[in-house]
């Protein structure tokens, strides 16, 4: 919180179009389609399965610096902007596409930006799903990849026009590729499904609930905070007076010439300090 406010903003704004070129979020996303449809199939999975997500971590990683900085509300504004950005320009390409490995590259477009749109939100809900819709990214669109691969080899075009009978001639791809569709697509009961659904009830809760969890979480750490420096206090100006360790002990309050004789149904532990309001 002692970072400059408008020194942060500008930092995370910069370092969002940094690590969104990398993570393909839109309109930052042109690179994606050329070089997974032009690039090698190993290097297109491994772009999807591991570039993308690091990338997007990063963004996280800044994300909570900024949060801290100048409030929860403006990093998580432009992540959902940006996220719901993603989603809109990649479904219409999607739909137009002719080649399988950058109708592939648009759908991560799509998916990077329902993460980022998750990582907005901000509740645990939504972080938790965020993070396994990474995971599960990264393991379906790796094998879709290698299946387009193995198929192009094998019919010598990517063009879908061309890519007909293909369970007869490359069984294993074919079947691959029919799998990670329906995973990637959300139908149950594949991973997908879950973390989408989980993204969906968090956005569906609103970002009050995020903004309730981080406030509760700050109150909780101060008062904890706090109570344990007044019992560091209490620690230094009590000193025994008769029987220290003893069961009833008395203590003096140094400077007062008070006794004070400590209760155990009075002291509580400075756990419950942090929650408990003191009466």
Partial sequence: ASLDPALMRLAFVLILVGFGTKAGLAPMHIWLPDAHGQGPTPVSALLSGA???CALYGVLRFH???AGAVGFTFSSDLLIGIGALSMLVAIPFVLVQHDLKRLLAYSSVEHMGIVALAIGIGSPLALFSAAFHLLNHALAKSTLFFAAGAIGQRYGTLRLAHLR?????????ALALLVGTLAITGVPPFAFFASERGIARAGLAGRASAIVWERSNSIVATRAKVSSERLRRCEVAAKPLTGAGRRGSTFGLAGTG?????SPLVVRPPVMEAVVPHS
Avoid: C, E, F
């Avoid at 008070?258 to 400590?262: A, D, K, L, Q, S």
């Fill in 51 to 53: 570039l993308l997500p």
């Fill in 64 to 66: 909570l610096l900024a």
């Fill in 165 to 173: 009978g293909a369970i007869d001639l490359a069984r294993i791809p």
């Fill in 258 to 262: 008070r006794r004070w004789t400590p």
